[in-house]
């Protein structure tokens, strides 16, 4: 009893969040953005975590999901907040064009991965069409409320956890897990890894596309500078196993953790903080590989105790 | 009809012959043993009959059909299982997982089915109480008995075991062996054993392949092999001409 009390009052807290921070907007955004990239991560958890297929290029159809919402957007006529969903069958489709990439396996799937997002900038960047380099803009004249995108976010964000909670624990969730772990003997017990590579990978794609159409509505805009940053990527893989890889909690816990790390160093180092943000990763990753969940808390607190 | 029918099959690397036109005959429900010097080509021919790797030349027929080139997955499910050197199991997965696996290939059979087919399998090879310990933490000798297990989910008609004595003592082996024995009696399932511990191969095999340098030189029983002098020359070299037999 006293857990579901306390759930429901995290619940409502969550719920009314939009009303304590209603005259803040500059904190409401960057809850927002919280959201955003804790939905991202989860996302990403499913073929980089669950499967552990290390695809950074993810930039590719959070960009291509942008840009298709805004260009329907202008085109159809009608609001971002319906064509985002179509920017992520768009990316859904762009996903199955390019699986064969899927073949490729760990540094080379990374490096080669990352030739999507490239080759996606390359062609915006030169097209008049597409706005080149100042990319294209919504008209800021439609429906836009900050409480709307919060609860939007929202909605995106625990569909996601749940979408990955009930993967997990999936036989086609096992599957993906086996192939995290050793791919060839995986396929010799008996599981299609290109198959079920090839589902994670869709499953990524779509959601990442239609939160590129939330991050492009967000913006009111789609930079190809932005959207296309190689970066993207490895901030979703640093969140998720900072957080703890192919976990559910991972992307929430890292999210939280680099989310405000990354705002702290921004804050405090406003000339340098790109330097110190990588030097902080790369602590991360040096003394922390396995993020939160690998430190051996015991040990420390007995340490700490003498 | 023989279980399996490997004929004529040769496999290149570059330039290095790892099988040349190789041949035999496997029939069921017997315990074989495959053994050569190192190099030989006995884990190139494991992994061209599992489906790991496409014969550039000959026929692989499985209960009939010609399984050669055929993906390892489909292989499988046809009940052609193996277990690897070093006892490859899915480290971060706890070993029931690492058998839910083996048994899910099988298809369609509701969970608790196949959750009474994992048990089945945990118990045969004695790790019932480490069902929920992740693979990683498991001693060597646990991880090649869930290997083990693991392969036997599909309810294999073949089984290749590639070098499962290597870290074991004496009497792990001997409950290897005896569990192997049991495999093929009660599962009626043929095993393949590549193994270079001669003492094992010679006591639990009825039957016995020999390769050197890809090629098939010598089969027979594990008595004849020991006398034939091809063998006994890949082995020990040419100098063998002075020693009694």
């Given amino acids: 009893m006293q857990v579901k009390n306390i759930l429901l009052l995290f619940l409502a807290v969550l719920l ?12 409401f955004r960057i809850i927002i953005m919280l959201l955003f990239y804790i939905a991202l991560s989860q996302a990403w958890n499913i073929v980089g ?4 297929q290390p695809f950074i290029g993810v930039a590719g159809f959070l960009g291509f999901g942008a840009y298709m919402t805004i260009l329907l957007a202008k085109l159809l006529l009608l609001p971002p907040i319906l064509t985002m969903w179509i920017g992520g069958v768009c990316s859904l489709a762009l996903a199955v ?5 899927l073949k490729l396996r760990a540094d080379f799937l990374a490096i080669g ?5 490239g080759i996606l900038y390359s062609i915006t960047y030169n097209s008049e069409i597409l706005g080149s380099c100042n990319g294209i803009a919504i008209n800021p004249d439609i429906l836009y409320s900050l409480p709307l995108f919060y609860y939007l976010g929202l ?3 625990g569909v996601l956890c749940y979408i990955f909670y009930r993967l997990q624990k999936s036989d086609f969730g096992l599957r993906l897990a086996a192939i995290g772990c050793d791919q060839d003997l995986a396929e010799a017990t008996g599981i299609s890894v290109f198959s079920a590579k090839f589902m994670a990978f869709l499953l990524t794609a779509f959601f990442t596309g239609i939160l590129g159409g939330f991050y492009g509505y967000l913006m009111l805009a789609a930079l190809p500078d932005d959207v296309y940053n190689l970066f993207w990527g490895i901030q979703l893989l640093l969140i998720c196993v900072i957080g703890g890889i192919g976990t559910v909690y991972g992307p929430i816990i890292g999210g939280a953790i680099f989310f405000l790390a990354s705002h702290f160093i921004q804050i405090t180092f406003v000339e340098l903080h790109k330097l110190f943000l990588g030097i902080f990763l790369i602590m991360v990753v040096v003394f922390f590989p396995e993020g939160i969940i690998g430190i051996d808390w015991k040990k420390i607190f007995s340490k700490l105790k003498g | 009809m023989y279980l399996l029918e490997v004929k004529d099959v040769s496999k290149k690397f570059g330039g290095v012959k790892a099988l040349q036109k190789v041949s035999l005959n496997v029939e069921k429900q017997k315990i074989y043993g495959l053994i050569g010097p190192n190099g030989a080509g006995k884990s190139t021919l494991f992994k061209v009959i599992m489906g790991i790797l496409k014969p550039d030349e000959g026929k692989i027929l499985f209960k009939g059909e010609n399984i050669a080139g055929r993906p390892a997955h489909k292989i499988y499910k046809m009940g052609l299982a193996c277990t690897f050197q070093l006892a490859t199991v899915f480290l971060d997965l706890s070993a029931f997982d690492n058998i839910r696996l083996g048994v899910m290939a099988c298809g369609k059979d509701s969970d608790k089915k196949i959750d009474e087919r994992v048990n089945e399998l945990l118990n045969l090879v004695g790790l019932v109480e480490k069902k929920n310990v992740l693979a990683k933490n498991l001693t060597l000798p646990e991880r090649k008995k869930l290997d083990l297990a693991r392969a036997l989910g599909v309810s294999p008609e073949l089984l290749l075991v590639d070098e499962i004595v290597p870290g074991l003592t004496p009497t792990e082996v001997a409950n290897v062996i005896e569990l192997i024995k049991r495999i093929r009696d009660v599962y009626g399932t043929t095993v393949i054993m590549v193994e270079h511990v001669m003492r094992v191969v010679m006591s639990v095999s009825e039957w016995i392949f020999v390769l050197n340098h890809g090629e098939k030189i010598a089969e027979g029983a594990p008595r ?8 006994v020359k890949a082995y020990l070299g040419d100098k063998t001409k002075n020693i009694n037999r």
């Fill in chain 1, 16 to 27: 009314l969040v939009p009303v304590f921070l209603s005259h803040a907007p500059y904190y």
């Fill in chain 1, 113 to 117: 991965s990352l030739t999507i997002p």
């Fill in chain 2, 224 to 231: 004849e092999i020991t006398r034939n002098e091809l063998v």
């Fill in chain 1, 49 to 52: 975590g669950l499967a552990r």
């Fill in chain 1, 155 to 157: 909605i995106l964000t």
């Fill in chain 1, 97 to 101: 064009i390019i699986s064969p990439i």
